[in-house]
């Protein structure tokens, strides 16, 4: 008010000065301060209305939230150029922005918002002295890295004039709005970023679980015939070849010992799986003679590498039950292991019945083995089968060379 009044006081000496006394020698104070009430009317009426709506956003009242230029500092927790997106999409959809003006590269964010009269064009703020300023406001949001997960906002919301015309208009809290829209927008993103991370988490969380309970169930693959014909031919035996059953009963104690559940981290070996198959053959042998034949070659140097618990078993016993038993005159089951590149590739083969229609499974073993391998290594380990020569099947497992690490039911973690 003060600075208008000056200006005013300034005009009607000029006035008076150049037009009233050369002139028409009257005296025009009365007129002068009649113009001066009026004056300090409109300016009145313009800085009530900017003081009321100014406390409505803020709540309070202060040097900050009155002056027309806002300025925030805003620290948000991603890195810089996340930030910067979220920024410029916050200024975009400001309401009224024209111009928008964005530098990915420096990280900047310039803007042109039309100022809304926030009393509409028929009200007396519509015809108040604000009007001979711009009617529009101007935004500046710089974006300062803060580490490789933070990034630091600088944002300047002011009129679109030079700083001087603050002293004669004000913008009816129009900054403070868009200053505050943006702090809204930014938090309300980032809680909605964050509310995805969560639910993420627990949607993770939820199909380890899933993915745990479905190994367990993959892992329970001891059949319990195997071990009632077991039992019942070692009974056979202690009555006429005593020694025989006691070597039968000490290969089952060997084969379940290596059957029994592992705590989720504890890893198996080609070692380990290897001597649990060695023990379930052996029982094997004693019950098939001579129609049962084994051949290992895996080397010492890979019996260390990290193997998933029971499927080597798995492919042992497929040979076992598809191929040689329903054979006549059995035949041999060969275990191998061979390094490929990064990979260790563990197969097992045998000469018998082959891909038969009497020979076939249900193929419900070899789909748990696919699946196990899915679950634990992803695409890093397969699974092929094919036909041996001159006959029977060929069933080969290659997962990662991994010896210092951890295999668990969620995948292969490295220690």
Not at 89 to 110: F, H, N, T, W
Not at 180 to 198: L, M, N, P, S
Not at 235 to 246: E, G, I, N
Request: neutral net charge.
């Amino acid at each position: 008010m003060l600075a208008w009044l000056g200006c005013y006081l300034f005009l009607c000496i000029l006035v008076n000065q150049t037009i009233f006394e050369p002139l028409f020698d009257i005296d025009p104070s009365g007129w002068f301060a009649l113009g001066a009430l009026l004056l300090a009317s409109f300016i009145a009426s313009g800085v009530f209305s900017h003081i009321r709506r100014v406390r409505l956003i803020a709540g309070t009242l202060n040097a900050s939230s009155l002056s027309n230029r806002q300025r925030r500092q805003i620290e948000i927790p991603f890195e810089a150029g996340e930030a910067f997106d979220l920024i410029d999409a916050a200024i975009r959809e400001l309401p009224g922005a024209e111009i928008v003006d964005s530098a990915r590269d420096s990280l900047q964010v310039r803007a042109k918002v039309r100022r809304i009269d926030p009393y509409g064009s028929g009200s007396h703020a519509g015809w108040s002295l604000d009007h001979f300023g711009s009617r529009r406001n101007q935004i500046l949001a710089t974006v300062t890295p803060n580490g490789d997960a933070a990034g630091s906002v600088t944002l300047i919301c002011e009129p679109e004039g030079a700083a001087w015309t603050d002293v004669l208009l004000v913008d009816h809290g129009t900054n403070l709005e868009n200053a505050e829209a943006i702090v809204r927008a930014i938090t309300r993103r980032v809680a909605a970023r964050r509310r995805g991370e969560q639910a993420q988490v627990r949607q993770t969380a939820t199909e380890k679980e899933l993915t745990v309970a479905k190994l367990n169930l993959l892992h329970a693959q001891v059949e319990p015939h195997f071990l009632y014909n077991t039992l019942a031919s070692a009974q056979v035996l202690t009555r006429s070849d005593p020694a025989r059953a006691d070597e039968m009963l000490g290969n089952l104690i060997q084969y379940l010992r290596h059957s029994l559940p592992r705590t989720e981290d504890a890893p198996s070996t080609i070692g380990e799986e290897l001597e649990r198959a060695r023990a379930y053959l052996d029982i094997l042998k004693i019950r098939m003679g001579p129609r049962l034949q084994l051949q290992v070659d895996i080397p010492d140097a890979l019996r260390g590498v990290l193997f998933p618990t029971m499927m080597l078993q798995t492919l042992v016993e497929n040979a076992i039950k598809h191929g040689l038993e329903p054979k006549p005159g059995g035949g041999t089951v060969w275990i191998l292991a061979r390094q490929v590149d990064n990979t260790v590739a563990v197969t097992v083969a045998d000469d018998g019945r082959g891909f038969t229609a009497e020979g076939g499974g249900t193929g419900v073993g070899l789909r748990n083995v696919r699946e196990r391998l899915r679950l634990a290594y992803g695409s890093a380990a397969s699974f092929s089968i094919v036909a041996n020569f001159p006959s029977g099947v060929a069933a080969t497992i290659t997962v990662p060379n991994a010896v210092n690490s951890t295999l668990n039911a969620g995948g292969l973690h490295h220690a």
